[in-house]
């Protein structure tokens, strides 16, 4: 078996049917474990993916680590294996404290985000030395390469992309839902105001790339004197810009907070 992943929920999904429809692992050398033995089960046959338990994880040469922080140190025992690599999705979960519960270095810190269930996930990598010169490194980055884009990232910096990228389509989706309101404020279908607000995000994520600069795109669209101008005022004076600031702020020391309470 060429990885275990434990814990199929939205992500270890996205990421399960993202690396079999990119032909990364075939489905027999995958084996899923999950709390939810229906769920896994359900899985398995679906995408013909092994259904494993906890005591199969010793012949794995990899174990995907997709579960909550909190329920880490109740599995870990569990999940530590010899000769085994591991690769953690647990936010604020440090490579030390990985190391540290799993009896080994050849462990794998990474960070996606939701978008990988539709292959355009951002996700942070950072492994000490034993787990590049093993491969674990290498494989990992083959795995969330088939969802997304792969970033080499120093772990001291994994808490502010996990408050930043990993939580940002939340952001965003607050974001969407309140121009959409302001739309059916102003009288547009709510059907119709959802669709547009959808359409404008997407497509100004895709305008952002080809800038250097977010800055330029809003004044591309701000005309002096216009409907834009008036209503980034408004955006402006109501601290926006600011909370949304915070927000990444908050989210970040969040992530270390989840961090220390696995110390």
């Known amino acids: 078996m060429k990885l275990a992943i434990v814990g199929v929920g939205k992500l270890g999904l996205a990421l399960l049917e993202g690396v079999l429809s990119r032909g990364v692992l075939r489905p027999g050398d995958i084996g ?3 709390a939810n033995a229906g769920r896994a089960s359900d899985l398995a046959s679906r995408t013909g993916a ?3 338990g906890a005591s199969d994880l010793r012949f794995a040469e990899r174990v995907l680590i997709s579960v909550q922080p909190r329920v880490f140190p109740e599995i870990s025992e569990q999940l ?9 999705t647990m936010a604020g979960v440090s490579t030390t404290t990985l190391s540290r519960r799993l009896g080994t270095k050849r462990v794998v810190r990474v960070m996606p985000n939701l978008a990988a269930t539709i292959g355009r996930s951002q996700t942070a990598m950072t492994a000490p030395p034993e787990a590049a010169a093993s491969g674990d490194l290498e494989f990992a980055r083959s795995l969330f390469g088939a969802v997304g884009d792969v970033y080499d990232l120093p772990e001291h910096l994994f808490n502010a992309f996990t408050g930043m990228s990993a939580s940002g389509p939340a952001y965003a989706a607050l974001v969407a839902e309140a121009l959409a309101d302001g739309g059916v404020r102003m009288g547009l279908p709510r059907a119709l105001a959802h669709e547009l607000a959808a359409k404008v995000l997407v497509a100004s994520g895709e305008l952002l790339r080809e800038r250097a600069h977010p800055g330029l795109l809003k004044d591309e669209v701000a005309s002096p004197g216009g409907t834009t101008i008036a209503g980034l005022e408004v955006l402006e004076a109501a601290g926006v810009r600011g909370a949304l ?7 970040t020391r969040r992530g270390a907070d989840l ?3 696995q110390e």
């Open 259 to 261: 961090g220390k309470d």
């Open 245 to 251: 600031m915070r927000a990444v702020v908050a989210a």
């Open 32 to 34: 899923l474990l999950d």
């Open 80 to 88: 530590a294996q010899e000769n085994v690599g591991y690769i953690s």
């Open 50 to 52: 092994v259904l494993i």
